[in-house]
């Protein structure tokens, strides 16, 4: 057996996780098998430690400065929060000798490299000196979200209790802590930005035992379920009665689906679009904090990409390129998009298996089966090439757009019209917008929890890749054989409805970005706010106190506005507005379990004051 260096009850001195620092603690107890030593800080705090991040007292040279704190709350207390991304390290110009300062700089830069392996114990809601409400951030009640406000909330998490509950809190393991941060620019806003987000640190990704989706068995049905969905649709829209009643037509044979020309034109697509991506024009933004800490950089050009496909297909379409080609071969280019996603699942699910454990996804379970499927690495990358935010993004997004163009050149050559119909030109701008939005809003991906939390395997593979440009197009697709004639008063009434949907998704989305970004934004000071332990708050009025996700509110009515103009002969059309409702009732209650998880009580008292998840007064 594995001898140990010390025994229970000996004080010692032992590492704040993700810093330098060495605070004086009391061994508990050590477990032979995982080698790590439950230790207890003098303020409570127990945390297991691994045995080289735990000192001999007298390995320390006594500090001269009195300021000494012997707490790692107090310490992280009295630093200046904007700058440290270490929870113990010292305020800036807070005096220590040259040498513990030159072992704590190389400590520190260790401590970015290295991942520690320091398990942390589960929160314990022990009284401390304070309400249990106060512990768990549970606001003593609600608060404008003015300056004077900020500088109260500033005072309570910096108060030796309330950052040293803070602190605990935040140390449960969470990666949806996100700040997203300009690399490019050094300065530091003098503004206060309000309860900054404390540091977390998720030593170890846990895998989850209650899986999403059905568990494995949903998971592989779903698996099986989408490309045979996505065929029947397309199959059924080139239908002369397209009705989901009607029997659907055989699929093709399978030498009649495959087309070596397509499967070239498709790669060609995905490599042009990975050249766009790697163009160095755009800012380089830093994701959310991952497990150790790090933060991983992203090139916003999503935007750019956009302006060189439109002049590339624009010169394309000048020089005389036959796009009616897409439209003649729609079938065997999904055939293509599916069996590309499906080997780049494969290639993603071998990859993660060489992906050290806290590279994995949090969603990611150990089954084989069910990891292909939600992913099991959460960013794979080859190189600074982030596979999982390109796919998101370029190829699926960007290509659904260039599909709907495809359908509008079919509609005028396939019904022989100079001008394409008013119901495919409204289609057409009204997806149009909603992807120069989300390129135009690049940033705001990386708090997704697509990002954040999901791996990158089969789900948003086939999803980014197949889904969106298949199935998001299908109206475009069914208005080339189902003309429908709109009248000026309907299409009125259709655009004020998108336009009503885009104002409550945009508002809703940049009100909240604005609030994550700087909770001190004087544009938002009106709005009321509950104050979470995180050291984040939670907006309860404005779009955010109308429902909890005014933005799927938003995202859904703008569905409704891409169907309507295909009438109301048949259902197909309406796929979207019926397949994405499911989607985000789905991911409603994905999200809340996790915000349940993250702001504990406080969540709960958002659920009493704001009821209504989507639908005001319905659901
Ligand atoms: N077209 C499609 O197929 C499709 C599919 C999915 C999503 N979408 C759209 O994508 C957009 C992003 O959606 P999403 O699902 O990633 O989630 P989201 O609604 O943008 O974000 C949810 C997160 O917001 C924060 N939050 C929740 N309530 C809050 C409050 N009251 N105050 C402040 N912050 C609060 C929480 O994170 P933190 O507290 O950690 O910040 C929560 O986890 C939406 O507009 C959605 O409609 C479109
Ligand atoms: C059908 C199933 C089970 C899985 C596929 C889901 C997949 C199609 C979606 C999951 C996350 C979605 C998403 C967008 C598109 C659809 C998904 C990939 C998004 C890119 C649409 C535009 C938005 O503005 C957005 C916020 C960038 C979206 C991010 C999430």
Redesign the pocket.
């Known amino acids: 057996m594995p001898s140990r260096k010390f025994a229970e009850g000996e004080v010692v001195r032992g590492r704040w996780p993700g810093s330098s620092l060495y605070y004086e603690v009391e061994i508990l107890s050590h477990d032979s098998k995982s080698q790590l030593y439950t230790v207890k800080y003098k303020d409570g705090t127990e945390l297991e430690l691994k045995e080289s991040d735990v000192k001999p007292l007298k390995s320390f040279k006594q500090r001269k400065s009195g300021s000494t704190s012997s707490s790692p709350s107090r310490r992280r207390g009295s630093r200046s929060r904007s700058r440290s991304r270490s929870p113990g390290r010292a305020p800036k110009g807070s005096r220590r000798s040259a040498s513990a300062s030159h072992q704590a700089d190389i400590k520190e830069k260790e401590a970015r490299r290295e991942i520690l392996q320091v398990k942390l114990t589960p929160l314990v809601l022990k009284p401390f000196g304070n309400s249990i409400n106060v512990y768990n951030g549970e606001p003593e009640h609600m608060e404008r979200n003015d300056i004077s406000h900020k500088t109260k909330q500033e005072r309570i998490i910096l108060s030796p209790e309330g950052s040293y509950t803070a602190t605990q809190y935040s140390l449960r393991p969470r990666r949806e802590e996100v700040k997203v941060k300009e690399v490019e620019s050094k300065e530091q806003k003098l503004v206060p930005r309000g309860p900054a987000p404390l540091e977390t640190f998720q030593v170890t990704t846990p895998q989850r035992k209650d899986l999403e989706?059905g568990g494995v068995p949903g998971a592989f049905l779903?698996m099986l379920g989408?490309p045979a969905t996505l065929f029947l649709l397309l199959l059924q829209c080139r239908q002369k009665d397209p009705s989901l009643l009607t029997f659907p037509p055989p699929l093709p044979a399978l030498d009649q689906l495959w087309e070596t020309r397509v499967c070239g034109i498709y790669l060609l697509w995905f490599f042009v679009q990975a050249l766009f991506y790697l163009l160095p024009i755009g800012k380089v933004v830093e994701g959310t904090p991952l497990v150790d800490g790090r933060r991983l950089k992203y090139r916003l050009n999503g935007f750019y990409a956009f302006v060189l496909t439109s002049a590339a297909v624009g010169a394309s379409l000048f020089w005389g390129m036959e796009l009616h080609y897409v439209y003649t071969h729609f079938l065997q280019f999904a055939l293509a998009a599916v069996l590309f996603s499906v080997l780049l699942s494969v290639y993603l699910y071998a990859h993660s298996l060489k992906a050290p454990r806290d590279e994995l996804s949090p969603a990611s379970s150990g089954n084989a089966v069910y990891d292909f499927f939600i992913g099991r690495e959460l960013n794979p990358r080859i190189g600074a090439f982030d596979l999982k935010y390109f796919c998101?993004?370029r190829p699926?997004?960007i290509g659904w757009v260039v599909v709907n163009l495809v359908m509008l050149l079919a509609e005028m050559k396939v019904q022989e019209r100079d001008v394409p119909s008013l119901a495919m030109v409204l289609v057409n701008s009204f997806q149009l917008l909603?992807?120069v939005?989300?390129l135009w809003?690049?940033e705001?991906?990386l708090t997704?929890m697509?990002i954040v939390h999901d791996g990158f395997g089969f789900?948003?593979a086939?999803?980014?890749l197949v889904?969106?440009p298949f199935t998001?197009s299908l109206q475009a697709f069914y208005l080339v054989s189902h003309p429908h004639d709109l009248s000026w008063p309907f299409a009125s009434f259709i655009i004020a409805l998108k336009l009503c949907g885009y104002v409550i998704f945009r508002c809703a989305?940049s009100q909240k970005n604005a609030f994550r970004k700087n909770p001190s934004d004087p544009k938002l000071a009106h709005l009321k706010t509950i104050h979470t332990s995180t050291g984040k708050s939670l907006l309860v009025s404005g779009w955010w106190g109308f429902v909890r996700h005014p933005n799927y509110l938003g995202d859904l009515i703008m569905a409704l506005a891409w169907s309507l103009p295909c009438g109301f002969n048949h259902v197909l059309p309406y796929f979207y507005v019926i397949?994405f409702t499911m989607?985000l009732v789905h991911?409603e209650a994905r999200d809340e379990h996790q915000c349940k998880r993250k702001y504990g009580l406080a969540w709960e008292k958002y659920c009493q004051r704001v009821p209504y998840r989507i639908f005001p007064y319905v659901y």
């Open positions: 989706f779903i989408l998101e993004l699926g997004l909603y992807v939005d989300a809003n690049e705001a991906l997704t697509d789900m948003l086939f999803g980014d889904w969106v998001y989305n397949y989607l991911r």
